[in-house]
């Protein structure tokens, strides 16, 4: 069974930092794409970070400048560096991975649980 789980979420005042981890776990094979979804009350699902299997990455425009998405190939991590945090910044925060485990043929994707990211004014 393939999981992922988030952790470093927590309270942090405007203009402060966060470190987000996504730790996998189970019979992975290969991973195709890993990123970060936030998700405020009454709000879409946003994409915040990506990053593919060859190391491109992207990031939404309101996170340019200030985020930084990282992997850890060795321990299948992802991480997401937070500097300068806003209030606008606050939601619940999603691990995401497209991957292949050794029992499955195709690439499927996977969510993690969610880990809860509030910033104060």
């Known amino acids: 069974q393939v999981q992922l789980v988030e952790s470093g979420g927590g309270l942090v005042q405007a203009g402060g930092s966060l470190r987000l981890s996504c730790a996998t776990s189970?019979?992975?094979?290969?991973?195709?794409?890993m990123g970060w979804f936030r998700q405020a009350p009454g709000k879409q699902r946003e994409l915040v970070a990506g990053?593919?299997?060859?190391?491109?990455?992207n990031y939404a425009d309101s996170v340019k400048g200030r985020f930084t998405i990282s992997r850890d190939n060795a321990k299948n991590t992802l991480y997401l560096q937070m500097n300068s945090l806003k209030p606008e910044d606050t939601g619940v925060y999603y691990c995401?991975?497209?991957?292949?485990?050794?029992?499955?043929?195709?690439?499927?994707?996977?969510w993690g649980q969610g880990t809860q990211v509030t910033v104060s004014s």
């Open positions: 189970g019979s992975i094979f290969s991973i195709n794409a």
């Open positions: 995401h991975a497209v991957l292949k485990n050794k029992l499955v043929a195709v690439p499927e994707p996977y």
């Open positions: 990053i593919t299997s060859g190391g491109s990455t």
